[in-house]
T-cell receptor
Framework: EPEVTQTPSHQVTQMGQEVILRCVPISNHLYFYWYRQILGQKVEFLVS????????KSEIFDDQFSVERPDGSNFTLKIRSTKLEDSAMYFCASRDGVPYEQYFGPGTRLTVT | QKEVEQNSGPLSVPEGAIASLNCTYS??????FFWYRQYSGKSPELIMS????GDKEDGRFTAQLNKASQYVSLLIRDSQPSDSATYLCAVNMFVPKTSYDKVIFGPGTSLSVIP
């Protein structure tokens, strides 16, 4: 069964460093998303991406964040200058056109020290 | 105003019982509703989607939707210890007149099934 994959599973970085989180969505899906979940808190929407551009973003997704689909399979989230409060699980999700069900990858645990 | 609300629990039920999980949402225009299961340290796993008022059954799971009351529920019949997890209610919200959407999650209800 097709699934969303993410790498790395765990990333440790120092405050101020840049990180890139990688995702491979399900191959025939058209819509891509990033969510985050701070430990003990709810899953929060960051950004959605369709047709090679951002379709919607939350207020969390500020200028420090960017997304890219560099080729036909990968979808990346870049954080330019990490802060302690960026420590969280980051989930990538994707869906087909219809139905609207989003399928989540296993997540990347980001730890900023 | 919180967009998606759930009882945080924890909810404890004995093995074999019915577990009932509830959710309310604020956006009256929402059309798509989901239940995800999340084990500790893992990602959300889609278990049910529901789009129309009424009940939708899938195995031991039944989702119920009442758009007039802005209420979604999930019933788990014959609960098993392996059902012990956090259950996330999620509502799809669209940018008006587009196909662009985002899923807004509730805080989750922790379910514990006692053997």
């Amino acid at each position: 069964e097709p699934e969303v994959t993410q790498t790395p599973s765990h990333q440790v970085t120092q405050m101020g460093q840049e990180v890139i989180l990688r995702c491979v969505p399900i191959s025939n899906h058209l819509y891509f998303y990033w969510y985050r979940q701070i430990l003990g808190q709810k899953v929060e929407f960051l950004v959605s991406f369709y047709n090679n551009e951002i379709s919607e973003k939350s207020e969390i997704f500020d200028d420090q964040f960017s997304v890219e689909r560099p080729d036909g399979s990968n979808f990346t989230l870049k954080i330019r200058s990490t802060k302690l409060e960026d420590s969280a699980m980051y989930f990538c999700a994707s869906r087909d056109g219809v139905p609207y069900e989003q399928y989540f990858g296993p997540g990347t645990r980001l730890t900023v020290t | 105003q919180k967009e998606v609300e759930q009882n945080s629990g924890p909810l404890s039920v004995p093995e074999g019982a019915i577990a009932s999980l509830n959710c309310t949402y604020s956006d009256r225009g929402s059309q798509s509703f989901f239940w995800y299961r999340q084990y500790s340290g893992k990602s959300p796993e889609l278990i049910m989607s529901i789009y129309s008022n009424g009940d939708k059954e899938d195995g031991r799971f039944t989702a119920q939707l009442n758009k007039a009351s802005q209420y979604v529920s999930l019933l788990i019949r014959d609960s098993q210890p392996s059902d012990s997890a956090t259950y996330l209610c999620a509502v799809n919200m669209f940018v008006p007149k587009t196909s662009y959407d985002k899923v807004i999650f509730g805080p989750g209800t922790s379910l514990s099934v006692i053997p």
